[in-house]
């Protein structure tokens, strides 16, 4: 039997090529298959499910995905024990999975019991451990507990190129991650220096059309939106756009982000007609396939407040972001730094608006923060458990 495939958090939303309709359809029969005829706790039946969860998640499905990943780790659990291979597999994907529908809390949860069971069984230094301990991290970032992030990349950045060797598409994986964390934490030349050398790296390994390759091309275009470089970012998003609608599809997540970024710039370059066209096409996609609270969509609905504000449409801009706020603080709590920015914007307009019609406006809570959500996607890498 051969082990189930695995999704590591980090930069690749797939290995191979588009289309997979057809393949999907494939694995699907297979496993309906395989349950009538060796039953749902047969070996193969549980590695098919494994599979067709991964399928699932690189096709942007992460719903689906999330339902038969938890399947699956019950029947791993139930049939080989839980520091098998496959299990510890398993509890990454569900962890990738958990963070892929914002669920990044109870992620966190699952990528710690990861990184505990596999340097018991693995050891510290083992690549699948290091491939764990990189998950945490990114998903520690995505809670805005950027001091522990960092901590674990630097801890990472002396182990894995000892282990794996300088040229590891894992270690432009920790890179990349590294500089969206420096960009998340205004250091914006430095993020675009390490983007610089990632993009570098995967379009002369990869090639320009690879996913991990886009995803370097997305980041990089928003430093660049950053440092105020707008035809850098718009060449660059532009790209990006263009090449993830071909090779993963209009809806797919990671499309829908390079979208929004792109638009992002339109607004800055007071293109507002265009952004606002833009913003609003891509959070309509965005409530279908993942739901209106979900991270990428409360971001779509930030900026498209931006947009609707610099289009003097102040109170459908209020009411957009006082709506982003609420669901922000609701999945991230009011200590993150996105819901505290949020929250910061929210006050600053409120008291613009009310000295421009002589009313007073009650504050929300005084931040101490003060940062401008945007759109940076730390996507998954696939391999298999050694």
């Not at 007609?273 to 969509?297: C, F, R, W």
Request: charged share 25%.
């Amino acid at each position: 039997m051969t082990s189930c495939s695995e999704t590591t958090l980090a930069e690749s939303t797939l290995r191979g090529q588009p289309p997979w309709t057809d393949l999907l359809a494939i694995i699907g029969q297979q496993l309906l298959t395989q349950v009538k005829t060796l039953g749902p706790v047969d070996k193969d039946t549980i590695v098919t499910r494994a599979n067709l969860a991964t399928l699932l998640w690189f096709n942007g499905k992460y719903r689906e995905a999330h339902s038969l990943q938890r399947d699956e780790l019950e029947l791993c659990m139930m049939e080989f024990g839980q520091e098998h291979p496959s299990t510890l597999t398993s509890i990454n994907n569900l962890a990738s999975t958990l963070w892929s529908i914002g669920e990044w809390s109870e992620a966190v949860t699952q990528f710690k019991l990861a990184v505990q069971l596999r340097t018991a069984l693995l050891g510290p230094e083992h690549p699948s451990t290091l491939t764990s301990m990189s998950n945490l991290a990114a998903t520690y970032q995505s809670l805005g507990r950027w001091p522990i992030a960092n901590e674990i990349y630097l801890k990472l950045s002396d182990l894995d190129v000892r282990v794996l060797g300088p040229h590891h598409p894992s270690i432009l994986i920790r890179m990349s991650n590294w500089a969206v964390l420096l960009w998340e934490t205004r250091r914006f030349r430095e993020a675009e220096e390490l983007e610089t050398r990632v993009l570098e790296a995967r379009r002369t390994t990869l090639g320009r059309e690879h996913p991990d390759t886009l995803v370097s091309v997305n980041n990089l275009a928003l430093t660049f939106q950053s440092l105020g470089r707008w035809r850098d970012a718009e060449t660059l998003g532009t790209e990006a756009t263009i090449s993830a609608q071909n090779l993963l599809g209009s809806e797919h997540p990671f499309t829908l982000t390079s979208m929004g970024n792109l638009a992002a710039t339109f607004r800055n370059q007071s293109r507002l007609d265009e952004a606002a066209s833009l913003e609003v096409q891509i959070m309509e996609v965005q409530k279908k396939v993942l739901g209106n609270d979900h991270p990428d969509t409360i971001a779509t609905r930030w900026n498209l407040a931006h947009t609707l504000r610099k289009q003097q449409q102040t109170k459908e801009a209020l009411e957009l972001l006082e709506s982003c706020l609420e669901s922000q603080a609701r999945l991230l709590g009011e200590e993150h730094p996105h819901t505290m920015a949020m929250s910061r914007t929210l006050n600053k307009w409120k008291v613009k608006r009310g000295s421009e019609s002589g009313k007073e406006f009650k504050h929300h809570r005084p931040i101490a923060v003060a940062r401008k959500v945007a759109k940076k996607r730390k996507l998954y890498d696939s391999g298999t458990e050694d």
